[in-house]
């Protein structure tokens, strides 16, 4: 077990800048999750920290260890590939026993790992087969428990869970996030699917062009995104640039293209009077016909999607489109004018 | 079930000029020269069966001898060519510019016939040649080393590795490129070392590869005539030479013809053991 860091990382590919300057420090025992458009470098911080790319520049420490030139196998981490990467001439049996067998571990120990592990991913029946045999889910489970078998200082995967069936997937990563729990393991998680992050994480590192845009807990990366890239990538958002009228204490009245808005910036950084700024705030924060918020803003309905437990609604206010959401009885249907309530906490002011 | 192709008259057509020809000259061939060692198709004197020639080869010892010979032969070109080019290929696994130079430079024995092959090494290692003279001029040796048409037989296996070696990197080399990279980076991350990826990795995954290698390269050096000519030991001879001795010196062609029967069989129980021992390796898979 171990903590993490990263200190200033870059990785070039000739002239591509695949990890760009990171920073990032990960606790003893706690799982996090890079979450990160396509291309933004998530599969090549995770394949430094293994080892099988050297930093061009900065540090990789597994706790005051500098791990920089130590090679993968000298590594106590344990990835599990986007391709699976399984032994194709081994039985599934036989690649789960390959890290336990590299540790020397003696037979029967490795046997009572196995068949738990086996059993857990529900992989029982299939130690005898080779991994051409089997479905690509059934070989995503096969690296994943060859994997997590080796209980090692750092694990480390990549979309693990990318090739499963909505039900599956769910019911795996709650495993995967209960053993990394039990064994107390550090862990590096990449996915782009963001309820998966959202659900699996301790915290959440939003990648994109091989920078970090924001480090946080789940709440505060849905809550509170910092930057506009964030708050589209996250969830939906609406997303708006203004002018600072007038600052009381952390309650701002912005000047938006579709009126005036009152934010109350507690908790972020408080706008000077005068600066332009981008905010957003959530669908789901647009309250249908809340007369109490501070913020009142009545739309015409363009489009509503009916999506069973709520209703998807595309408004337009004084020519700007925005995208709310509605839990009430009523029926809505396009054309129908639509008062909302927007709490004066529900913004946040972003960075570029 | 699948359903079997059905032969149309058309198909019938297509295939007549392979399947004819691979039966009318090599399969009407092999059956007249096993015919001959049975007394049959006699050039001279009148046909009829006897094992009186299969007695007479069996018995010689000249026979036998050049029989374990071109065994040896076969078996020591086989194992060291795959054990030179191995290394070679997975050196060559990740392309580079100054590997694609060496690489042509390499290939160009490919091109080569084996009887010049045999005669360019010559000057090489020959009583006089270009090795003898260098270590004497260096003073490392006092007497020039007989390199050449030792009684071992290590000069053809020389030229046979030399001779080869591009044709089995080729083999090797196609069927390492199969191994994704993710999989050795896989076995690293698992904590295998060098020799762990070599030997658990590689070598099973590649070993389709080494085996068609080992076989062709066996089939090679065992039926071998020219190399052996050239830098073979005085006694004994290749099956090949003896063949040729029996038929032109001796004027035994049904001798001779044995010797081709020894060498048919040899190349297809080898073929055997080899579908086996791939049946093995490969399990289920
Ligand atoms: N081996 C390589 N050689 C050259 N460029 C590479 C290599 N690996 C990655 N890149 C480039 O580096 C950038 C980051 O790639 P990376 O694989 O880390 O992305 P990713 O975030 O894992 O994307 P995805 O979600 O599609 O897996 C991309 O622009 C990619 O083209
Ligand atoms: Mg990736």
């Known amino acids: 077990m171990a903590t993490l860091k990263l200190t200033n990382l870059v990785k070039h590919f000739d002239d591509v800048v695949a990890v760009d300057h990171i920073d990032l420090e990960v606790a003893d025992g706690e799982f996090v999750t890079l979450l990160g458009p396509s291309g933004c470098g998530k599969t090549t911080t995770l394949r430094t920290i293994a080892g099988f790319y050297y930093p061009d520049e900065g540090e990789v420490y597994f706790g005051d260890r500098i791990m920089n030139n130590i090679p993968p196998n000298k590594r106590d981490t344990a990835m599990c590939f986007q391709s699976y990467a399984l032994f194709p001439h081994m039985s599934v049996w036989d690649n789960i026993s390959f890290g336990l067998k590299m540790r020397k571990m003696p037979a029967s120990e490795q046997k009572i790992k196995i068949e738990r592990v086996m059993e857990m991913l529900s992989l029982s029946e299939l130690g005898k087969r080779k991994p051409g045999q089997l479905s690509g889910g059934q070989q995503q489970r096969v690296a994943l428990a060859r994997s997590i078998v080796t209980e090692p200082e750092v694990l480390l995967f990549d979309e693990p869970l990318s090739n499963l069936d909505a039900k599956l997937r769910v019911q795996v990563r709650v495993e995967i996030r209960e053993m990394q729990k039990r064994l107390g393991i550090t862990a590096i998680y990449v996915t782009h699917d963001q309820d998966e992050a959202l659900a699996i994480s301790d915290r959440i590192v939003i990648m994109e062009q091989g920078r970090i845009e924001q480090i946080g807990d789940p709440y505060t990366i849905y809550r509170h995104p910092e930057t506009q890239f964030v708050a589209g990538f996250i969830g939906l958002a609406n997303i708006f640039d203004g002018v600072v009228l007038e600052v009381e204490g952390t309650r701002c009245t912005v000047q938006a293209p579709f009126g005036n808005v009152l934010i109350n910036a507690e908790g972020q950084e408080v706008p000077h009077k005068g600066a332009t700024i981008h905010f957003s705030w959530r669908p789901e924060d647009m309250k249908i016909r809340d007369r109490t918020s501070k913020n009142q803003i009545t739309g015409n309905v363009l489009q509503a999607v009916f999506m069973g437990d709520i209703t998807d609604l595309f408004i337009e206010v004084n020519g700007y489109k925005m995208r709310a959401q509605s839990d009430d009885e009523a029926k809505i249907v396009a054309g129908d004018s639509v008062s909302f309530g927007i709490a004066e906490h529900a913004f946040s002011i972003l960075r570029e | ?285």
Do not use: C
């Open chain 2, 1 to 285: 079930m699948k359903k079997k192709d059905k032969m149309t008259p058309f198909i019938i057509l297509m295939l007549i000029p392979g399947v004819g020809f691979i039966v009318f000259f090599i399969g009407s061939s092999i059956s007249i020269t096993v015919l001959q060692s049975l007394g049959f198709f006699n050039m001279m004197g009148e046909s009829g069966f006897t094992l009186g020639y299969w007695k007479s080869i069996l018995s010689s010892r000249e026979a036998i001898d050049s029989l374990l010979f071109s065994l040896r032969m076969g078996i020591l070109s086989s194992v060291g060519t795959v054990l030179v080019a191995f290394p070679l290929a997975l050196f060559f696994r990740k392309s580079g510019p100054a590997k694609g130079m060496l690489g042509s430079i390499i290939k160009v024995p490919l091109f080569i016939p084996a009887l010049v092959a045999a005669f360019l090494i010559l000057n090489l290692i020959s009583y006089h040649g270009l090795i003898n003279t260098t270590l004497m001029r260096l003073n490392i040796i006092d007497e020039p080393l007989r390199m050449l048409n030792d009684s071992f037989g290590w000069g053809v296996i020389t030229i046979q590795i030399w001779k080869n070696l591009p044709f089995v990197l080729l083999i090797l080399m196609s069927a390492i490129s199969s191994i994704r990279d993710d999989t050795i980076d896989a076995a690293r991350n698992l904590g295998a070392g060098y020799w762990s990826v070599l030997f658990r990795i590689y070598i099973p995954l590649a070993m389709p590869g080494i085996l068609v290698a080992m076989i062709l390269m066996f089939i090679k050096a065992f039926g071998d005539f020219p190399i052996t000519s050239v830098a073979g030991p005085v006694y004994p001879s290749s099956v090949a030479n003896r063949m040729q001795i029996m038929a032109n010196l001796y004027q035994e062609w049904n001798q001779a013809a044995v010797l081709g029967v020894i060498i048919i069989i040899t190349t297809f129980f080898v073929i055997w053991a080899y579908s086996r021992f791939a049946e093995l390796v490969q399990g289920g898979a």
